[in-house]
């Protein structure tokens, strides 16, 4: 039912070395749910894979941080940032354990919120914990469900998180983002009507079957934290990274019981790890969800590596990803899950 659809095609250069010709390939993935493209490239020229990455010295990010002033940190984050109506949230900013949520001053949905994580002005990828990004994850959903009751025609929700300034953070104390709407955003739109036409034609749901169809075939899968389901994607949208986890049943995110979020910051835990060994320094989140159960919509997770290219520190997105909707990477999936899945 799940195709993994691959078309080959070949450039020919000349070695400047010796004018040698030196066959370049070209492989174009197709999603198999929304059949978008992406594609795959293999450079002998330019040996993207090998390049290795410095340990990025923090130091900069970290005095720049201070000299701007935290609105994150104790003492100023309650006079710093927005409350919500009285009519919503009557207490203005919800607090549950060390997480405080409020409003994002730059919204960019009906609601959109921040959710700090804690006092702690920073903390680098060893430093996160399970209890931490457990805490983190249930306040968002307390939140979720609090705007479910405020306003039932709400219906897409995610959850967000840029860390670190190559990932687009502009602020270095941990902070997750949540997005709620009655409208989906392209990504979520275009699963959408995947999934419910999967679910039209083969009355399964697509993501039940991709985690059955992956793990059969062990290419890109990673492996379980309890039962959440763990796996490189077929079109990276990450150059080093781009893993994904499937959460069970149809359960929407603001649902999710306490195993399933714990599970997930469990897997999460993995990834940081293998991310901090290779140097990569940040990260994309998303979990995409409905704010209600759909028999084919599945709560899920996307994270992509982030990092800045030496020798001169660019960005590793680029014109094909930015104004052609075209994914590209230098490093295949399935080599990159041969690696992550040690971690699992």
């Known amino acids: 039912m799940i195709e993994f659809r691959k078309e080959i095609t070949y450039s020919r250069v000349l070695d400047p070395k010796d004018n040698r010709e030196v066959v370049l390939t070209i492989e174009t993935r197709y999603d198999p749910l929304t059949g978008e493209t992406g594609t795959v490239y293999d450079s002998p020229l330019t040996p993207f894979r090998k390049i290795k990455l410095p340990k990025t010295d923090l130091t900069p990010?970290?005095?720049?941080?201070?000299?701007?002033?935290?609105?994150?940190?104790?003492?100023?984050?309650e006079k710093m940032t927005p409350l919500?109506?009285?009519?919503?949230?009557p207490e203005g900013r919800?607090?549950?354990?060390?997480?405080?949520?409020?409003?994002?001053?730059?919204a960019l949905a009906p609601y959109c919120a921040l959710a700090v994580l804690g006092e702690e002005h920073f903390l680098d990828l060893p430093d996160f914990t399970e209890d931490l990004l457990v805490q983190g994850i249930t306040a968002c959903q307390v939140f979720l469900r609090r705007l479910r009751g405020y306003d039932g025609k709400l219906q897409f929700c995610s959850l967000n998180w840029n860390y670190m300034p190559p990932a687009g953070a502009s602020m270095l104390h941990p902070h997750l983002q949540l997005m709620a709407s009655y409208i989906p955003t392209n990504r979520q739109r275009a699963e959408e009507r995947g999934s419910s036409s999967f679910y039209r034609?083969?009355?399964?749901?697509?993501?039940?079957?991709?985690?059955e169809e992956e793990e059969k075939r062990g290419e890109r899968f990673l492996g379980w934290t309890g039962r959440v389901a763990w796996l490189g994607s077929f079109i990276p949208k990450g150059m080093l990274l781009d893993a994904q986890a499937v959460f069970p049943d149809g359960v929407p995110l603001p649902d999710l019981d306490e195993r399933e979020v714990r599970a997930f910051a469990q897997g999460l835990l993995r990834v940081f790890r293998y991310l901090a060994e290779r140097n990569i320094v940040g990260f994309n989140l998303s979990i995409y969800s409905g704010m209600a159960?759909?028999?084919y919509r599945w709560a899920h997770a996307r994270l992509i590596s982030r990092a800045a290219w030496p020798p001169m520190n660019n960005s590793d997105l680029n014109f094909p990803a930015v104004l052609h909707d075209e994914p590209t990477t230098a490093s295949t999936p399935e080599e990159v899950a041969r690696e992550l899945k040690e971690y699992f």
């Open 61 to 77: 990010w970290l005095q720049k941080s201070k000299e701007m002033g935290c609105p994150f940190c104790p003492g100023v984050v």
């Open 84 to 89: 919500y109506p009285p009519q919503f949230l």
């Open 94 to 106: 919800l607090r549950v354990g060390p997480v405080l949520i409020f409003p994002n001053p730059s």
């Open 201 to 211: 034609k083969y009355r399964v749901p697509f993501w039940a079957q991709l985690v």
């Open 293 to 295: 159960p759909r028999v």
